[in-house]
């Protein structure tokens, strides 16, 4: 496999579930994103990971559960969540230098009934 | 100030016309502007991306113009195809940290009408 990987790729989930979304990338990079798109929105920042530590949350919820166990990995835990984080949820990665460019995965379609 | 509008929201296009994707920022600091291209169904990809230092950047059909002093920067398709319908994000982000910061604008949406 090549690039950037996201699974599941469709999620119906309730507000008392807890699930998780997973990313791979397979390009030797060393920065991790989460980014969430929602329709008529500018995709928003959610947590940054550079070697494997958390540089960056962007005033997310707690809700919302980051980890990333290596530079090739990074899952989103949810739980609790509301109707309003129904949407595309964008994983990332690139080079640790600033001003690299980013390579998205497909992202995890999440609907939260 | 870390706001990237874009503009138009969206644009339809025959055939072989040019596609003009306009976007202005208010952070002097940023120092990388890239554009993205979405497909549905697929993330964004990199698509071209400039730096401050020169006003324009040519990659096959797609051309981005900068205006430092306006802090606008623009996106060009010449011959424009049915294939490049899609939704173009322009971004902007700065340097001098270990990891990329981008601000995204909120997309414009292409149709190009064979």
């Known amino acids: 496999e090549t690039g950037v990987t996201q699974t599941p790729r469709h999620l119906v989930m309730g507000m008392t579930n807890k699930k998780s979304l997973k990313c791979e990338q397979h390009?030797?990079?060393?920065?991790m994103y989460w980014y969430k798109q929602s329709a008529k929105k500018p995709l928003e920042l959610m947590f940054v990971y550079n070697f494997k530590e958390q540089t960056e949350n962007n005033s997310v919820p707690s809700r919302f559960s980051p980890e990333c166990p290596n530079s090739s990995h990074l899952f989103l835990h949810l739980h609790t969540l509301q109707p309003e984080d129904s949407a595309l949820y964008l994983c990332?990665?690139?080079?640790?230098?600033?001003?690299?460019?980013?390579?998205f995965g497909d992202g995890t379609r999440l609907s939260i009934l | 100030q870390q706001q990237v509008k874009q503009s138009p929201q969206s644009l339809i296009v025959q055939k072989g016309g040019i596609s003009i994707i306009n976007c202005a920022y208010e952070n002097t600091a940023f120092d990388y502007f890239p554009w993205y291209q979405q497909f549905p169904g697929k993330g964004p990809a990199l698509l071209i991306a400039?730096?401050?230092?020169?006003s324009e950047k040519k990659e096959g059909r797609f051309t981005i113009s900068f205006n430092k002093s306006a802090k606008q920067f623009s996106l060009h398709i010449m011959d424009s195809q049915p294939g490049d319908s899609a939704t173009y994000f322009c971004?902007?982000?700065?340097?001098?940290?270990?990891?990329?910061?981008?601000?995204f604008g909120t997309g414009t949406l292409l149709a190009v009408q064979p």
């Open positions: 971004a902007a982000s700065r340097g001098g940290g270990a990891t990329n910061k981008l601000i």
């Open positions: 390009l030797g990079h060393n920065a």
């Open positions: 990332a990665s690139s080079q640790e230098h600033s001003n690299q460019p980013q390579h």
């Open positions: 400039i730096r401050p230092d020169v």
